[in-house]
């Protein structure tokens, strides 16, 4: 019984993450098919090609990534984007939406903040328990006066999907840094706790040592 628990844990460590991926990426697949599905009929490529070609809708996307950037690295391109922007900042719920989504690109593919560039541990969901987070910032400047505590912006991520999760102001003096790097730390999410960098190596800092924005 032991052996035949130890092939099945070793064929599944296999055929999981191999699963889990081809999962991800047919999604991804599908989700850049269906974007050219606006496209009329006469303009698919499976009308000019004459059959479907899997991954098609990923090279195109890329393609067309790749365009759009290569015009907004230019003069006319960056006063065609002001131009569009200005549009969609008369939208009400629009502008709200997009610059949100525009301000945390920016900041995650940048190569300076330290957004998403610390792990941390803060108590959640209550004191006493502790949850991995990663620091994004300041806290709320009129927050910080009014609770008469320093705060700190962090997001805890959920398990095991890491992209949703929730956003927290917490005290400073609550928050404990980790010398684990961000890939670590979502592996430990993503894993629920089961691959821990601590397993590899001693990684956790003194918990004298507070978190900094």
């Keep these: ?65 790749m365009a759009t950037g290569v015009v907004a690295a230019n003069v006319m391109g960056q006063w065609l984007l002001a131009a569009g922007e200005a549009l969609l900042a008369r939208i009400p719920l629009v502008r709200s939406v997009y610059s949100s989504v525009k301000q945390l690109l920016e900041s995650l593919m940048s190569g300076s ?22 620091l994004t910032g300041e806290g709320l400047p009129e927050a910080a006066a009014l609770l008469g505590t320093d705060l700190v912006s962090v997001f805890v991520p959920a398990t095991p999907n890491p992209t949703s999760g929730f956003f ?27 691959v821990a960098p601590g397993l590899a190596r001693k990684g956790a800092a003194p918990a004298s040592k507070r978190a900094t924005a």
């Design 113 to 134: 903040g330290n957004s998403f560039r610390t792990v941390v541990l803060v108590p959640y969901p209550h004191p006493g328990s502790w949850t991995l987070a990663f």
């Design 1 to 65: 019984m032991g052996r035949f628990r130890r092939y099945l844990t070793a064929g599944l460590l296999v055929w999981v993450p191999l699963g889990v991926t081809f999962l991800a990426v047919e999604s991804l697949t599908d989700f850049a098919n269906r974007l050219l599905e606006v496209l009329p009929a006469d303009m698919q490529p499976e009308h000019w090609l004459g059959h479907d070609i899997p991954g098609l809708g990923i090279l195109l996307v890329f393609i067309a990534v």
């Design 168 to 194: 927290l102001m917490v005290p400073r003096k609550d928050v404990v840094e980790l010398r684990m790097s961000v890939d670590e730390g979502l592996r430990m999410i993503l894993s629920m706790g089961m």
